[in-house]
């Protein structure tokens, strides 16, 4: 799985690709509309533990502005009652829309974000057991229950009218469904509620796969009912419970005999994610995902939630045949290979349908969800996934106008859903946003933006191929282009895993290797005497080469630590991957070739920073990882543990413990250098002793491996009683105050006023005024990327796409639809759709208004 479209899953998992994409604070408005930041500095914590005191300008902490945070699992349900009663100050899971009400009636303030979504997903696997049906291995049948399902219905019963229907995997509030708009509401009309149309296409195939109909219409085959095991979440708010008998009922319509298991997620997650897809432990599960941060470029979500290259890290989708046009086009998007914005609009144009046709997932709807909390705290949340994917929100949490204390912080129960460790571990959002708080990176993603701002890193050069469509936004990276960027022959391409050295371009590409990118990322100076391990170890060079290795090693067959699930992700990689090079181990100047990039230069440039699929760790706690599933008595991945029959590595509780006690004892003794050939250049025998020995210290003192270098150190684990405690780390090397202004963020708010009547062939003119959400005021002008609006008929077709023109009033646009367009129009009801595409934020302003098209 991967974070970087961490990826990840409301309630479940957070997406890695996209371990690209980041965090921060939204809009934080408590009742009476007034911003929680502008909470007095007088305000008290009803909180006990340690006691906040006022922040006296400028402020000399170090590391978090809290002196702990005690994360422990409260039922959504009773989430408002006790915030109000003080037995939790947040709930960063979020509540969705239907909850609006009671967290403003309880005058508590809340985060509002996107980027929470929900789906069906399916197990497209042919079953092992022949005797068995799998209607969902067949993409026709998966591709009609779009039809079954009635989205515009669960927005208004279910959430309250809160939520966006969704039909694809683009997220409909963000600026890569604004540029294909015009395409997605055409195929939402196509694949718009429809019962009948749905059930027949289903019924045919199921005749076609062997099934018959028998006279209580229900499937038969092999003289036995067609049953469905359709996992339903039953936790969090209760919504999945409600959505997931929902369709239970529409599939028992069309025929099917359904086996509903209404159960928490901790007792899902063995059957969908740890079970092998072919045993055929279940059929479908309500889930639900949440970016890891605002998406700002979602070229790769087609293959992140569809394909068998998938870097979600899950089994099912190894098991999902594609369409070979899907791929490719989804892997092009993904990898890169276009060479203008142009190619790249066309590539999700065409990608779009095939989506849907494939339908590994059935999308239902894009979330606001709202996080309550009381007003006395300070909660930072990104605009575009929520407080719990935020990886700036545990930096910025605090007493408003305080320093210390300790926030009760409640959520469901994804804390523990699945074992941590760093490498392939649980990535659902729960335990991620515990992770956030003891973890640094190389960039620190922008909360409004999607870009990025360094962290650890401190500057970047980024060279691009000539004539791609990329530019720079902020001022850390130098930009440049050239008309050739050629890959050092000593630059590392790949991995020996018999020999444990890296190959080198000369080596696999005598002939030569060019890329079109380059990026140099430059650390400072004092890396390796400022940034610390919270078992009191200093990063090293050691840290960043080890983690470009395990890049590799899990992937090559004659690795001892080789994961065959891996394979189809690194291959995808291998594609457009052209090399590293460390340019200088002290300042730490690491170069990256790459043939995949992203429109805006600060997406292009790789850290190597040493966090992996699903955590931060140091060289040593991956060596001993590395040797107990080399040995088979652990795994890293959920995958490989089945297969295995061992446990699921974990770093924080259970037997993996002991086995990896067990393992650092033998590091100590042998005093193991890991991939010697390799880390021998950048590890000491003295090194080595030193490392074991302080992560030995750490564990008898803490009684778990989970070491970061973040703001925030893990400090006690109850796996259990679904609860941790993580406490300030006063050696973490910035202030606590470093990202504190990012405070309230700019959203835009658009309001649609013109003619009741559009007159057949004549000229109609609209006004879309863009305004602060927060302020009311003209959202200025220059702030503006674009207004783009369409016009749609009484059957919800798009028939005119266009651009709004800029007015001498700020943030006023006009929209015109020309005499020759409205000539071209039929009598009857008729609506225009505009969307601005904001600077300052990544979230594009909605707004739709009808009018009657008159002769």
């Known amino acids: 799985m991967s974070r970087n479209r961490i990826t990840l899953v ?41 006691t906040a005191v006022p922040t006296v300008p400028p402020t000399t902490r170090h590391g978090g502005w809290l002196d702990e945070i005690d994360y422990s699992v409260v039922d959504a349900q009773s989430a408002i009652t006790q915030i109000g009663a003080g037995a939790v100050d947040l709930f960063s899971y979020g509540l969705a829309a239907d909850k609006l009400a009671d967290i403003k009636a309880a005058n508590l303030c809340y985060t509002q974000s996107y980027g929470t979504y929900y789906d069906m997903i399916y197990n497209p696997a042919v079953f092992t057991d022949a005797t068995k049906l799998n209607p969902f291995s067949n993409r026709k049948i998966r591709e009609a229950t779009n039809w079954l399902i009635d989205r515009n219905y669960i927005n208004q019963e279910v959430f309250a009218g809160g939520a966006l229907p969704k039909f694809l995997p683009l997220t409909t509030q963000l600026v890569d469904y604004t540029g294909v708009i015009d395409v997605a509401r055409g195929l939402e009309a196509y694949y718009a509620y429809n019962f009948d149309k749905g059930k027949e296409v289903i019924v045919a195939e199921m005749e076609a796969m062997g099934a018959t109909v028998g006279a209580d219409g229900k499937f038969m085959f092999n003289n036995a009912p067609v049953s469905l095991i359709f996992l339903i979440r039953n936790d969090g708010d209760g919504t999945r419970l409600v959505m997931g008998n929902y369709f239970a009922t529409q599939m028992e319509s069309v025929g099917f005999t359904i086996e509903r298991q209404e159960k928490k997620s901790s007792e899902l997650s063995p059957l969908w994610i740890g079970s092998t897809p072919s045993d055929g432990l279940w059929s479908l599960y309500t889930a639900g995902w949440g970016a890891s941060g605002l998406s700002r470029d979602e070229k790769s979500i087609f293959q992140e939630m569809y394909l068998p290259d998938s870097a979600q890290g899950i089994p099912l989708f190894l098991d999902n ?55 006395n705290l300070q909660v930072s949340a990104d605009v575009g996934a929520g407080v719990e994917t935020t990886f700036m929100g545990p930096y910025n949490l605090r007493f408003a106008g305080l320093e210390g204390g300790a926030v009760k912080n409640g959520s469901t129960d994804t804390f523990f859903t699945d074992p941590w460790n760093p490498v392939d571990g649980a990535n659902w959002v729960g335990n991620a946003w515990i992770q956030n708080g003891t973890a640094s990176r190389g960039l620190m993603p922008d909360p409004y933006t999607g870009l990025a701002w360094p962290l650890r890193a401190e500057s970047a050069d980024v060279v691009i191929q000539t004539g791609l469509p990329v530019g720079t936004n902020l001022d850390w990276v130098n930009l440049s282009f050239e008309d050739t960027i050629t890959v050092p022959a000593d630059a590392w391409v790949d991995w020996d895993a018999t020999t444990q050295k890296f190959i080198t371009a000369g080596e696999k590409f005598p002939d030569g290797l060019t890329a079109k990118t380059k990026s140099v990322i430059y650390y400072p100076a004092d890396l390796y005497t400022t940034v610390k391990w919270h078992d009191g170890s200093y990063v090293s060079a050691a840290d960043f080469v080890m983690s470009m290795i395990i890049q590799f090693d899990r992937s090559k067959e004659e690795a001892a630590i080789y994961d065959a699930d891996t394979v189809g992700s690194f291959e995808a990689f291998l594609s457009h991957f052209k090399g590293v090079q460390i340019l200088s181990t002290d300042p730490l100047v690491i170069a990256t070739w790459d043939d995949n990039y992203f429109a805006d230069a600060e997406l292009d440039v790789t850290t190597w920073w040493p966090t992996y699929s699903t955590g931060e760790a140091s060289w040593e706690a991956i060596a001993i990882g590395n040797l107990a599933d080399g040995a088979g008595e652990l795994a890293w991945s959920t995958g490989k543990a089945d297969l295995l029959e061992v446990e699921w590595m974990s ?38 002793s030193a490392r074991y020995a ?68 004549a000229e109609a003119v609209f006004t879309v005024a863009i305004t602060n959400k927060n302020t009311g005021d003209p959202y200025p002008t220059a702030d503006v990327k674009e207004i783009k609006f369409l016009l749609y008929n ?39 759709e505009a969307a601005a595409v904001l600077i300052p934020v990544a979230i594009p302003a909605f707004t739709r208004i009808d009018y009657v098209v008159v002769p």
């Open 794 to 832: 009484d059957m919800g077709e798009t028939v005119y796409v266009g651009a709004g023109v800029a007015t001498a009033d700020e943030g006023v646009y006009t929209l015109t639809i020309p005499a020759d367009v409205s000539a071209k129009l039929v009598a009857g009801t008729g609506s225009i």
């Open 10 to 50: 409301v309630g479940l998992l957070v997406a890695f690709s996209m371990m690209l994409a980041s965090c921060g604070p939204t809009t934080a408005v408590p009742a009476t509309a007034v911003p929680a930041t502008a909470i007095p500095a007088t305000a008290v914590p009803t909180t006990a533990g340690p």
């Open 694 to 761: 302080a992560l030995k210290a750490w564990y008898t003192a803490k009684g778990h491996f989970w070491v970061g270098t973040g703001p925030y150190y893990l400090d006690s684990v109850d796996l259990n009683g679904f609860s941790a405690v993580v406490k300030n780390n006063p050696e973490f090397p910035d202030l606590a105050d470093r990202w504190s202004a990012f405070g309230i963020p700019p959203m835009g708010e658009a309001a649609l006023d013109g003619p009741a009547q559009v007159k057949i062939g």
């Open 651 to 688: 770093f924080i509780g259970g037997p993996s413990l002991e086995i990896l006690a067990k393992y650092l004892d033998q590091a100590i003794a042998d005093n193991t250098i890991p991939y010697a050939p390799t880390m021998s250049a950048y590890i000491t025998a003295a090194d080595a």
């Open 321 to 375: 045949v594609v369409d070979p046009i899907f791929q490719q086009v989804g892997d092009d998007l993904a990898n890169g290979n276009f060479t203008t914005l142009a190619q790249r609009h066309d590539l999700m144009v065409e990608a779009l349908p095939l989506a849907i046709e494939d339908s590994l997932q059935v999308w239902i709807v894009d979330l606001q969800t709202y996080a309550p909390f009381n007003c």
